[in-house]
């Protein structure tokens, strides 16, 4: 079993900037695709990133494309999440997700088995 802890959320302005990171500890890191999925007050949790096992391949929901990257450092196990040109919109609880399946890729939630707690952004106008 994986262990996922979210860290970087806080209350930002319109048109700034956060870097979530989320570390890794428990089965091998660097074997399983990672995500950052989301859900504000009231609504479904939703897909925001995904990256694949090797780092090769980055995927993002299209309210997010442009504006956030993801990254991650299989040495220090950890993935990244840099939320630039914030909007309100953006304002949600963020969560760290590591697939169940190592070796493949995946954007849907229920294709990843662990979750981090969650850290808060919020994204004031």
């Known amino acids: 079993q994986v262990q996922l802890v979210e860290s970087g959320g806080g209350l930002v302005q319109a048109g700034g900037s956060l870097r979530l990171s989320c570390a890794a500890s428990?089965?091998?890191?660097?074997?399983?695709?990672m995500g950052w999925f989301r859900q504000a007050p009231g609504k479904e949790r939703e897909f925001v990133a995904a990256?694949?096992?090797?780092?090769?391949?980055?995927y993002y929901a299209d309210s997010v494309k442009g504006r956030f990257t993801i990254s991650r450092d299989n040495d220090k196990n950890m993935v990244y999440l840099q939320m630039n040109s914030l909007k309100p919109e953006d304002t949600a609880v963020y969560y760290c997700?590591?697939?169940?399946?190592?070796?493949?890729?995946?954007?849907?939630?229920?294709?990843?088995?662990?979750w981090g707690q969650g850290t808060q952004v919020i994204v004031s106008s």
């Open positions: 428990g089965r091998a890191f660097s074997a399983y695709c």
């Open positions: 997700a590591q697939a169940r399946t190592p070796m493949k890729t995946f954007i849907t939630g229920g294709d990843f088995g662990s």
């Open positions: 990256i694949s096992w090797s780092g090769d391949s980055t």
